[in-house]
C-alpha cells in the first residue's frame, strides 16, 4: 500500500503566502512524476504544477509566477510554495504520484484525501 498525505492547508488572506506539503510512504520502490491538483466546489478538479523525478516542472497558466513546486526525492516528499494567492485559490488541493511498489511493477497513480485552501480577507 501506498499512502500520500497532505498538510498546511488553511485560511489565507489575499495575497498572502502558504506552503503545502505532501509525504509518500508504504511500499514504494520508486515515484515518478508528483504533481499537485486542485478542485474547487461546483468545478472538476485541475492541475495546478506537476514535476518530474528529475526535477522538470510544468505550471497551470493561473499559478504561473505565484507557485512554485518542488520535490525531496530522498525524503518523497513534494511541496507547493504559493504566493500572491487570490480567491480564485480557494480549493482542495490534492497531491498526486505515480509510483511503483516493486522494480518489476507498472507505474500507478495515487492520490491524497486533501487539505483545503481558503483565500479570504
Known amino acids: 500500500q501506498v499512502q500520500l498525505v497532505e498538510s498546511g492547508g488553511g485560511l489565507v488572506q489575499p495575497g498572502g503566502s502558504l506552503r503545502l506539503s505532501c509525504v509518500a510512504s508504504g511500499s514504494i520502490f520508486d515515484i515518478g512524476s508528483m504533481g499537485w491538483y486542485r478542485q474547487a466546489p461546483g468545478k472538476q478538479r485541475e492541475l495546478v504544477a506537476v514535476?518530474?523525478?528529475?526535477?522538470?516542472?510544468d505550471y497551470a497558466d493561473s499559478v504561473k509566477g505565484r507557485f512554485t513546486i518542488s520535490r525531496d526525492n530522498d525524503k518523497k516528499t513534494m511541496a507547493l510554495q504559493m504566493d500572491s494567492v487570490k480567491p480564485e485559490d480557494t480549493a482542495v488541493y490534492h497531491c498526486?504520484?505515480?509510483?511503483?511498489?516493486?522494480?518489476?511493477?507498472?507505474?500507478?497513480?495515487?492520490w491524497g484525501q486533501g487539505t483545503q485552501v481558503t483565500v479570504s480577507s
Open positions: 498526486n504520484s505515480y509510483v511503483r511498489t516493486t522494480r518489476w511493477d507498472t507505474w500507478s497513480p495515487y
Open positions: 514535476i518530474s523525478s528529475s526535477g522538470i516542472t
